[in-house]
């Protein structure tokens, strides 16, 4: 839901409660708490990119942290995101301030035309350099990859690609591995018996 317009300083003054807060465009958005089958998967996205990404040493998974980009206000809450270790300096106590290595969002339907378009855009501008919306109704993820681009900003080097089976993991341009999605998709606790 659209709130009013603002920045991520204003998002970051919100109350506590529960809900994400984020400023996109100069518009401030409020979006509930995810659902179960959101959390599960995204939980089972962070432990396998972490087994592949951060247990090597190439850098850091995280859950839903802040990111602010501080030149145009904006700041937003991705389900998961990993820097590398060459991006470290945009780690600081309170979140990120810069873009990091990849962007993962799992699409809630309240959710899903922002992460999308708003989002997308947003995450492509910024610089970030891999950005995955995982649709666990559909069971897939598409994955948008951008690169340097001349001008005002990055520009789409490849994407987006769709994946329903098996999702490279990639470090710039080198596969450091591959995630099973039918173990990410599999059914969830609390998932009526069939």
């Known amino acids: 839901m659209q709130l009013t317009e603002g920045t ?3 998002a970051q003054r919100m109350p506590d409660d529960g809900n994400r807060y984020e400023a ?3 518009i401030l958005h409020v979006t509930a708490a995810p659902k179960w089958r959101h959390q599960v998967v995204s939980k089972r996205l962070l432990m396998r990119l972490s087994e592949l990404l951060e247990e090597p040493g190439h850098g850091e998974v995280v859950a839903a942290p802040g990111v602010e980009f501080p030149a145009t206000g904006e700041g937003v809450q991705p389900d998961i995101l990993f820097v590398s270790n060459e991006r ?6 309170a979140g ?3 873009a990091p290595d990849l962007v993962v969002e799992v699409l809630s339907p309240s959710t899903a035309e922002r992460d999308r378009g708003e989002k997308r855009r947003l995450y492509e501008r910024q610089g970030v350099r891999e950005y995955w919306i995982v649709d666990p109704t559909e069971n897939q993820v598409d994955v948008y990859r951008f690169g340097p681009g001349t ?3 990055p520009t789409l080097r490849l994407g987006p690609e769709r994946f329903g089976r098996r999702l490279p993991v990639r470090l710039g341009d080198t596969q450091v591995g591959v995630i099973d999605l039918s173990s990410i998709f599999a059914p969830v606790f609390g998932d009526a018996p069939r």
Do not use: C, K, Q, Y
């Open 8 to 10: 991520w300083r204003d």
């Open 24 to 26: 996109i465009n100069g």
């Open 151 to 153: 001008g005002a900003g």
């Open 88 to 93: 470290r300096h945009i780690v600081e106590e």
């Open 96 to 98: 990120l301030v810069g």
